[in-house]
């Protein structure tokens, strides 16, 4: 009963982990293109992405039985709980680290890495890596590249149509009051002063500045429109990760007897939820800021692309990375605007190359641990 609780424990300590690092990726291009502020966005990615853990419940079977470990470790290591709670405890310390770094990692490679680590100290040779590169690697690997692909492909193809309907884009110049203080003329023992006003021109810095759409398509007013659906994107996105990421965790707790699979599912949502929350700040940061700049319509062809990946990932039960596929395509829209930070991509994606290793000796540590106290 401990380890089994043990598990239930490491599993939602996992859901943690993922909300903190995951949650705010679905919305980081609001945030980034400056259409809404963090306490907005974190919301809408928080309320949205509980939204997509629930639809999981009925969409996302296949994703469960991928990361229940069968067919990549023998039946009697894959379904015993001090395997499960080493692969939960060592992803969720690998995601974790991340987290507190401000790196955007993926948790679905945190789990690949931990159920290795894990599956290699309790049978070594025995792991079946021909599962292992055709059920987890090949996904991982070819998601970020078609994102890319995607992501160049269809800026272009937006940024034209734009052009073609004599939509063009301006700077916004803040031109209005301001508060000003004045000296006094009246006489006075001591020296005063007075409030007045004038009217200025406020001048901030480039990365303060913003830049909108002026002119309508099919009678809208484009920036509006922009704005409506670069919101409704995100929230897409956002949702097709909680249903991607959902099955995935709760893939561990199948072993806990009178615990079903919709149970488990609301207690990964409510894990992933907090997580979110209160630990999003720094990865929001890195994703927003860090990798390119954006403005609204970018930001809008990022989401698209990422959320249309995702939900087909998640109905042929393929466990692809939302953080990969987020992180390529704004790779892809860097690429074609030319305002890629280089520097930053390289560090993500070696932080994308250490998280196996690091997560299999977190669970290969773990699973070490809890065989010695079971004896």
Not at 19 to 25: E, I, P
Not at 220 to 240: E, P
Not at 281 to 290: G, L, P, R
Request: with cysteine; proline share 3%.
């Amino acid at each position: 009963m401990t380890i089994l609780i043990t598990l239930f424990l490491a599993t939602c300590f996992l859901a943690y982990s993922n909300g903190a690092n995951d949650n705010f990726k679905g919305v980081a291009t609001l945030f980034g293109s400056k259409t809404t502020s963090y306490k907005y966005a974190i919301w809408w990615a928080t309320i949205t992405t509980f939204a997509g853990s629930m639809a999981s419940i009925f969409l996302a079977h296949g994703l469960v039985s991928t990361f229940s470990g069968k067919g990549l470790v023998p039946q009697n290591i894959s379904i015993s709980p001090e395997f499960l709670t080493a692969v939960a405890i060592g992803a969720a310390l690998a995601v974790m680290v991340a987290t507190i770094t401000g790196f955007p990692i993926s948790t679905t490679h945190s789990l690949t890495g931990s159920l290795v680590g894990a599956g290699f100290v309790a049978v070594g040779s025995q792991v079946n890596f021909a599962v292992l590169g055709r059920a987890f690697f090949l996904p991982l690997l070819l998601s970020p590249v078609i994102a890319i692909v995607f992501g160049c492909i269809l800026y272009i193809i937006f940024r034209r149509i734009r052009i073609h309907s004599g939509i063009t884009k301006e700077w916004c110049l803040c031109v209005g009051e301001q508060g000003k203080v004045v000296p006094s003329c009246n006489p006075a023992p001591a020296l005063t002063v007075q409030y007045g006003s004038a009217i200025g021109i406020t001048i901030d810095t480039q990365e303060n500045c913003q830049e909108i759409y002026k002119g309508h398509f099919l009678g809208m007013n484009s920036q509006k429109l922009l704005d409506y659906l670069h919101f409704c994107s995100a929230g897409v996105v956002s949702f097709a990760r909680g249903l991607n990421d959902t099955p995935k965790i709760v893939a561990l707790l199948l072993l806990i007897k009178g615990l079903s699979v919709h149970w488990g599912m609301l207690a990964v949502a409510v894990g992933m939820t907090a997580g979110g929350l209160l630990n999003a700040k720094k990865v929001a940061e890195t994703m927003s800021n860090k990798i390119t700049k954006l403005n609204h319509g970018q930001g809008f062809t990022a989401n698209l692309v990422t959320s249309m990946l995702v939900i087909c990932a998640s109905k042929f039960g393929m466990p692809v990375s939302t953080t990969h596929v987020s992180v390529g395509s704004l790779f892809g829209i860097g690429l074609v605007t030319r305002h890629l930070n280089t520097r930053m991509v390289l560090e993500i994606l070696l932080s994308w190359f250490i998280t196996l290793p690091i997560a299999a000796v977190f669970s290969g540590g773990s699973y070490w641990i809890l065989r010695k106290l079971a004896i």
